[in-house]
């Protein structure tokens, strides 16, 4: 069975900083793009990081670009996203999720505040 | 970036009835369109990739239906536990993938 368990979220100051981590496992890690994506308190979902299966090739749009860091270690099977600069506007629940296109696979997620 | 419109932004049906969810994108994408469940504090789940291949596990009566800029997820005979938000995402411009600003469900 497919499972991804996110942690290390919790309430960050204005620019503070602050590193989820995603534990995989059910399937072969090391053979997928991973990705995090964002539901904003509005329900809005964004993709925030992805990274490719050896993690070798990462994006990040504009909004988090600079500030955001997504890596992976293959050997834990588990993803990264390293977090600094935060703004209010980065308060969400942060998911990570498999991507093939779609993304076929979401952990339960891990809810980042950012406030002072 | 590619922008999904999806409309309407609520829809309300009684159970057993058909329903169907509209997903626009702003340049033709082809088939490159995924839909998403997501109840009430649980997590998005993939109910249909590439605008018509069902995923293992979802009900069959989730079906969807498009290509270019117009795409439809339908659900035959609505039941309670459908209640949810559905987004559409894209998966056209790798890796600028971009999602809906989603569609509630209510049962009347």
């Known amino acids: 069975e497919v499972q991804l368990v996110e942690s290390g979220g919790g309430l960050v100051q204005p620019g503070g900083s602050l590193k989820l981590s995603c534990a995989a496992s059910g399937f072969t890690f090391s053979s997928y793009g991973m990705s995090w994506v964002r539901q904003t308190p509005d329900k809005r979902l964004e993709l925030v990081a992805t990274i490719n299966s050896n993690g070798g090739s990462t994006y990040y749009p504009d909004s988090v670009k600079g500030r955001f860091t997504i890596s992976r270690d293959n050997a834990k099977n588990t993803l990264y996203l390293q977090m600094s600069s935060l703004k209010s506007e980065d308060t969400a629940m942060y998911y990570c999720?498999?991507?093939?296109?779609?993304?076929?696979?979401w952990g339960q997620g891990t809810t980042l505040t950012v406030s002072s | 970036d590619i922008l999904l419109t999806q409309s309407p932004a609520i829809l309300s049906v009684s159970p057993g009835e058909r329903v169907s969810f509209s997903c626009r994108a702003s340049q033709s994408i082809g088939t490159s369109i995924h839909w998403y469940q997501q109840r009430t504090n649980g997590s998005p789940r993939l109910l249909i990739k590439y605008a018509s291949e069902s995923i293992s596990g979802i009900p069959s009566r989730f079906s969807g239906s498009g290509s270019g800029t117009d795409f439809t997820l339908s659900i035959n005979s609505v039941e309670s536990e459908d209640i949810a938000d559905y987004y559409c995402q894209q998966s056209n411009s790798w890796p600028t993938f971009t999602f809906g600003s989603g569609t509630k469900l209510e049962i009347k």
């Open positions: 999720a498999r991507m093939i296109g779609a993304f076929d696979y």
